[in-house]
């Protein structure tokens, strides 16, 4: 009973020292306490977004104008369009071919045109072949061009500009007034409509080119001109007729062979001399003895006549409204 007894103070004096031990302890503060509000994203959100408006309209109050670029339009793996300022005109080209339309060999042709035009009839003419402009009008843009680079003489006005724009599939002939004396509107359109346009329906930019410009040198050269007597063209047959017995005498003319008496044969060939230049060889060979008789031998190269090098100057031609023809195809 006195076991029992003392068990039980002992358990209630365990409990008494608990309870105290408790009392004695620090205050605990939440973590939730000492913890900032934190505000919620769905009210952050429209803070942010008001910060970035606000930069951004102080950013395009600070930014420069934008200036308009004057480089030509590029469409992406497209053509260039073309205008005035970035036309690459070479005044001692008769050509403008920067989109490769026309090919070498038809440039070097109507080069020699061109060329020969200028020199035999003192007319200044440029041709620019091009896939695409700024402009709309056609014959505006070769106006201008001719205008703006002075093609022609500025006393006469003998100027020509032969525009081709690919994509519009429009031509337009520009013309000086010293020009349209000899080749007038009406004509212009005439050779327009007969040489160039058939050729570009079927899309051979090269031979519509080269024709039409052809009939243009006709015309302006006055090769092409026909009528009178017709006195020239006998004298003409006459002189072919004289000139083709000469040859005949020379080619069957007889030489003796000095070796063994036989008749020799005149002969002209070509060959290459040792350092492989090529030469022409006039000569007479015996056909029974194989003798030879050298007559001449002379460098091809020496013999090809040369065209003068092309430079030139545009010397301020100018060209009305009123000048010229065009064409679509």
């Not at 703006?148 to 519009?168: E, R, S």
């Amino acid at each position: 009973m006195n076991k029992l007894k003392t068990l039980v103070l002992f358990v209630f004096a365990a409990v008494i020292g608990n309870a105290n031990a408790t009392d004695n302890l620090p205050a605990v503060v939440s973590s939730t306490d000492n913890v900032p509000a934190t505000t919620s994203s769905s009210d952050a959100a429209p803070a942010a977004q008001n910060s970035d408006v606000s930069a951004a309209n102080a950013s395009t109050e600070n930014a420069p104008a934008v200036i308009p670029s004057s480089e030509p339009a590029v469409a992406e793996n497209g053509p260039i369009t073309y205008t005035l300022d970035n036309l690459p005109i070479d005044p001692d080209e008769f050509v403008c071919n920067p989109d490769s339309i026309l090919s070498q060999a038809t440039i070097s042709s109507l080069n020699n045109i061109l060329h020969d035009l200028e020199e035999e009839a003192k007319y200044q003419a440029l041709i620019v072949a091009v896939n695409k402009i700024s402009y709309t009008d056609v014959k505006l843009f070769a106006e201008n061009i001719g205008n703006k680079y002075g093609v022609g003489d500025k006393d006469i006005n003998n100027g020509l500009v032969i525009v081709f724009v690919k994509d519009m599939r429009e031509m337009y002939i520009a013309t000086g007034s010293g020009t349209q004396e000899k080749l007038s509107n009406e004509r212009c359109q005439q050779i327009i409509d007969q040489y160039f346009i058939p050729s570009f329906k079927n899309n051979n930019w090269d031979a519509g080119m080269v024709s039409g410009t052809k009939a243009i040198y006709r015309e302006l050269t006055g090769a092409a001109a026909t009528g009178g007597s017709g006195s020239g063209k006998y004298f003409l047959l006459g002189f072919l007729g004289v000139f083709g017995l000469i040859i005949y005498r020379a080619l069957t003319k007889k030489e003796k062979c000095p070796n063994c008496g036989k008749d020799m044969v005149y002969k002209r060939e070509k060959n290459t001399d040792e350092n492989g230049a090529e030469q022409t060889r006039a000569l007479w060979e015996c056909p029974a003895c194989g003798h030879i008789i050298e007559l001449e031998t002379k460098d091809v190269a020496e013999n090809t006549p040369k065209k003068k090098p092309r430079t030139r100057s545009f010397n301020g031609g100018k060209f009305d409204s009123n000048s010229g023809a065009g064409g679509k195809f």
